[in-house]
Every structure is written in structure tokens, then in C-alpha cells.
């Protein structure tokens, strides 16, 4: 794109913007795969490290913590820097990251590289959210998020599931090279696809100020509390199938399906965030707290578990794209300021949520761990029927 045109980049429809939605799903892609690659490879990492298997699950956990609590500060320690140069810079530093990961000697390398991982990830979920937005017209916000974490959801159904099998065949370091080569990629096509966006685009201080930002902290309150049930449960996910049944030689192949069948709900949110905000927002989180219930309820029936899991991930990849829809178009702060918050809450869910699952599974047992996810699910869903505001039935 020449740099008249960049310079000059106003929000339009999907179809113009198509390039730099894509360049951002692939982006997307890459930064999933990256945070949660040693989900899949933790026994591999910890023999070639010799470190315990607790320990290395820590690379997970904290890089989450740190995504939480780097948001923020980092978002907005940034706000006056070129949009998309950051976001290039980012997937750099992922690159960066990952070949550190690849060649590191020792743990503590690891864990080094994985914080510098981490930062990056900070600034780049949070300031995409916004990019995407601005990329197209205020009503076609949701079409747009829905694309880009279209991204996301192939990463969980595919870039964690692929990494894993080729770390099983060629060893986790080569894994990690590989991932470089990927981050690389998409550092350069995101450099070249990617139109510049103007940063700022902080709402007025009128009258309405407190009332948007009441909005947007009920829906960052709505959005930690669906990733703290989701992942209370899916942390454990691999724990209750093999309970259920599932053969180990199984259980990455009923993975995949599980993970594939995200991207169901995301085309599903692409396709009605646009029209029907707040029915896509009650039908996702009622399709993820009956999934996350009948799961709990068909255990430990191996078919009905299954099947279970099946419909909650479906509803579950919609979850993104509805909340970064809703946080954006409550306009409480800037885009990018909103990214940062709904990045942050989702990622204190995500290492809440594990904490959660572990105290449940050891106390109570795994029986009872979809029981306290499904709670958790639940108490969001009356925060979006109770706060109309919030989660206005059309688009404003």
C-alpha cells in the first residue's frame, strides 16, 4: 500500500479492509500459538531441561500473569508510538522470543525468553483489538474482531495440536525454530499488508463519560469471569477425557476436533455481532455454560463427555469476538486502552481459572471440576442480562 494511502486510511467496509484483517488473523495466529506452544510440549521440555513437570508448566501460568498485568502499563506507555510499527515490533520481539526458546541452555533461559515473550504479547493482543476496529466502520466492528480471532481459534485448533505432534517427531527446540520461521513471516506480511491506522481516538469528556466507563467495566468484569470458568475447566480438559475413557493414543486427535469446532462459534460471532449483539452474547455464554454443565453431568461417559466438550467449544469461540465487540463499542476509553483491559481480564482469567481447577482437582476431584466452571459461566451471563447498557441489543 503506498504511504499516501496509509496515511490517509479511514475506516470502510470489510472487503477493503480485507488485507490488513488478514495480515492480523495471521498475527493473531502466530501470537497463540506461541503463548500456549508449551502446553502440548511441557513433558518434552522438561526431560530436555531436567526440571520437574510443575516447574515447566510455569512458562504457561506466568506468561499469563505477566500478560495481565503488562497490559495496561504497557499500552498506555506506548500510546504515542506509530500503531502499526508497534505491532510489527511485537511480532518481532515473538520471534526474538522463540529462537531464545529454541537454542536456550538452560531453564532459566527459558524462562527469560518466555517473559520477553510475554511483554511482547501484552502490548500486541491489546493494541489489536483496537487496529481491527479501526480498520472498518463502527457498525462493522464485530464482523472485523470476529475475523481477526479467527486467528485465535486456529491457533488453539491447530498451531498448538501441530506444534506438539512435531515436537513429539523432531524434538521441542526444532518446534521453537519453526515457530521463529512462522513469527517471521508473519512479522513481514504484516508489514506489508497492514495499513496505518491514526492512534489516539480516546471518546470526549461529555456528559456520558462515567456511564461509558461503567459499560466497559462491566463488560472487562463479564469477560474475566468467562475465562475464569472456561479455564477452570479446560486447563483440565486432557485430565477428563482420559478419566472418561479416552484412549491415551486418542486423546490429541479428540483435541483437535474439540479445538477445531472453535472456529463454529467464531464464524458464528462474525456473522451476528453486526446485527444482534446482545442475542449473540446470551446464546454464546448459554452455549458455553450448558456445554461446560453437560460435561459435568456425562461424566465419566466417554460418548456423552465427548459430545459435551464438542458444544461448549463451539460456544467458547465465539467468546473473543463478543467481548472485544462489546468493550469497544462501549467507548469508556480508547481502543487500545480497551484492548489492553479486555486483554488483561482475560488473561487473569486464564491463570486464575488454572489455580481454580487445581484446588478442585485435588480437593473434590475431577468429577466436580465442570461444576465450578459452570458457575463462574452463569454469574457472567446474568451480568449481561442484567447490564442493557452494556450489551445493547443493536449496535450503536
Known amino acids: 500500500m503506498p504511504a499516501s494511502a496509509s496515511m490517509s486510511w479511514r475506516g470502510g467496509g470489510v472487503r477493503r479492509a480485507g488485507g490488513g ?3 492480523l488473523s495471521l498475527a493473531t495466529f502466530v501470537a497463540v500459538t506461541t503463548e500456549l506452544a508449551p502446553v502440548g510440549l511441557l ?4 526431560d530436555g531441561l531436567a526440571v520437574s513437570e510443575p516447574l ?3 512458562l504457561v501460568t506466568a506468561y499469563a500473569f505477566m500478560v495481565a498485568a503488562l497490559a495496561l502499563p504497557l499500552t498506555l506507555a506506548t500510546r504515542r508510538l506509530p500503531r502499526k510499527a508497534l505491532l510489527v515490533g511485537a511480532l518481532a520481539i515473538y520471534t526474538v522470543s522463540n529462537v531464545i526458546v529454541a537454542l536456550a541452555p538452560t531453564f532459566a533461559v527459558v524462562a527469560g525468553a518466555r517473559a520477553l515473550g510475554g511483554a511482547s504479547h501484552a502490548v500486541f493482543a491489546s493494541v489489536t483489538i483496537g487496529y481491527a476496529a479501526r480498520l472498518v466502520r463502527p457498525h462493522l466492528a464485530g464482523r472485523a474482531l470476529g475475523l481477526v480471532t479467527l486467528g485465535a481459534s486456529t491457533g488453539f485448533a491447530l498451531g498448538v495440536p501441530l506444534s506438539t505432534a512435531l515436537g513429539a517427531a ?3 527446540r526444532t518446534t521453537f525454530l519453526v515457530l521463529t520461521g512462522v513469527c517471521a513471516l508473519a512479522c513481514v506480511l504484516t508489514a506489508a499488508l497492514l495499513p496505518s491506522v491514526p492512534a489516539g481516538g480516546a471518546p470526549p469528556a461529555d456528559g456520558a463519560r462515567v456511564a461509558r466507563r461503567t459499560a466497559l467495566a ?3 468484569s463479564a469477560n474475566a469471569l468467562v475465562y475464569l470458568g472456561h479455564y477452570s475447566v479446560y486447563t483440565y480438559i486432557s485430565v477428563l477425557l482420559l478419566a472418561a475413557g479416552i484412549a491415551t493414543a486418542a486423546l490429541g486427535p479428540a483435541l483437535l476436533l474439540i479445538g477445531a469446532l472453535r472456529l463454529v462459534g467464531a464464524a458464528f460471532a462474525a456473522a451476528r455481532l453486526d446485527v444482534r449483539p446482545r442475542q449473540t452474547t446470551v446464546i454464546t455464554l448459554a452455549v458455553v455454560a450448558g456445554g461446560i454443565l453437560a460435561v459435568g453431568l456425562a461424566f465419566p461417559g466417554t460418548v456423552g463427555t465427548l459430545a459435551a466438550a464438542a458444544m ?10 463478543v467481548f472485544q465487540t462489546a468493550a469497544i463499542r462501549t467507548r469508556g476509553a480508547s481502543p487500545d486502552v480497551v484492548g489492553a483491559l479486555v486483554n488483561s481480564t482475560a488473561n487473569i482469567g486464564i491463570g486464575g481459572g488454572a489455580a481454580l481447577g487445581a484446588l478442585m482437582l485435588d480437593g473434590a476431584g475431577a468429577a466436580a471440576v465442570p461444576y465450578a466452571g459452570v458457575v463462574l459461566v452463569v454469574a457472567a451471563l446474568v451480568v449481561v ?4 447498557r452494556a450489551f445493547p441489543a443493536t449496535p450503536a
Open 385 to 388: 442480562l442484567l447490564a442493557r
Open 56 to 58: 515447566t508448566g510455569l
Open 170 to 172: 523432531v524434538g521441542w
Open 21 to 23: 484483517l488478514v495480515a
Open 218 to 220: 462491566t463488560v472487562a
Open 43 to 46: 513433558p518434552l521440555i522438561s
Open 312 to 321: 461448549w467449544s463451539i460456544g467458547f469461540g465465539a467468546v473473543a469476538a
